[in-house]
């Protein structure tokens, strides 16, 4: 099956200790995003990638960091500048349709909790 | 910059009623336009989508417009499930400048609840 897979679904960081989210896609996508979801909130963009090796900043960037060494792959390290960091957190990938217009898809999220 | 406003919920309705959740935007040129559903504890699973003026999205029972005139992407269903309970996000894209890929803009979300 095709899909987009995160990993853990839950996830706990103590403080000061920086924690990384996998986010796994099989479906060929080129470009992959990150996305922190709070309560009662829309979702804000953490950090996207068009291509292997490159990626942007977002809306939130700060006390995040990402990289993109494979095209099915790209991990999210919280780090431990990231003084707010419990919330769910979204990957998402998508696709250009014939006209240029792009679509997105997610995966199921991870949780992250601060013990 | 980009926006997109959801009704204010929580929608609590009877199951076999019909629903409106209103959402409107603000974007330069002519977005792409989406509604995602959002069930508890899980990731957004696309719902609809239009590309361009008068496109109607649907799935599932489930219709949205695109209104350029309104700058409107309201979504509605005739007769709603127990199961449709989830929250729900109309999104934007913008296709300004010939952009491929960018952020969603997200409305902040709708609650609903579906009674027996």
């Known amino acids: 099956d095709g899909g987009i897979t995160q990993s853990p679904k839950y996830l706990f960081r103590k403080e000061g200790q920086n924690v990384t989210l996998s986010c796994e896609q099989n479906?060929?996508?080129?470009?992959m995003y990150w996305y922190r979801q709070d309560p009662g909130q829309g979702l804000r963009l953490i950090y996207y990638?068009?291509?292997?090796?490159?990626?942007q900043k977002g809306d939130i960037a700060e006390g995040y960091s990402v990289s993109r060494e494979k095209k099915e792959s790209f991990p999210l390290t919280v780090t431990s500048a990231q003084k707010n960091p419990t919330a769910f957190y979204l990957c998402?990938?998508?696709?250009?349709?014939?006209?240029?217009?792009?679509?997105?898809?997610f995966g199921p999220g991870t949780r992250l909790l601060v013990l | 910059g980009d926006s997109v406003t959801q009704m204010e919920g929580p929608v609590t309705l009877s199951e076999e009623a019909f629903l409106t959740i209103n959402c409107t935007y603000t974007?330069?040129?002519?977005?792409?336009l989406f509604w995602y559903v959002q069930y508890p504890g899980e990731g957004l699973q696309l719902l609809l989508k239009?590309?361009?003026?008068?496109d109607k999205g649907s799935n599932k029972g489930f219709e949205a417009t695109y209104r350029k005139e309104t700058t409107s992407f309201h979504l509605e269903k005739g007769s709603v499930q127990v199961s449709d309970s989830a929250v729900y996000f109309c999104?934007?894209?913008?296709?300004?400048?010939?952009?491929?890929?960018?952020?969603?803009?997200f409305g902040q979300g709708t609650i609903l609840t579906v009674h027996p």
């Open positions: 999104a934007l894209k913008s296709n300004a400048g010939g952009t491929s890929y960018g952020k969603l803009t």
């Open positions: 998402a990938s998508s696709i250009r349709a014939s006209g240029g217009r792009e679509t997105q898809y």
């Open positions: 974007a330069t040129g002519y977005p792409s």
């Open positions: 239009a590309t361009k003026a008068d």
């Open positions: 990638s068009q291509i292997v090796n490159d990626f």
């Open positions: 479906l060929n996508h080129d470009a």
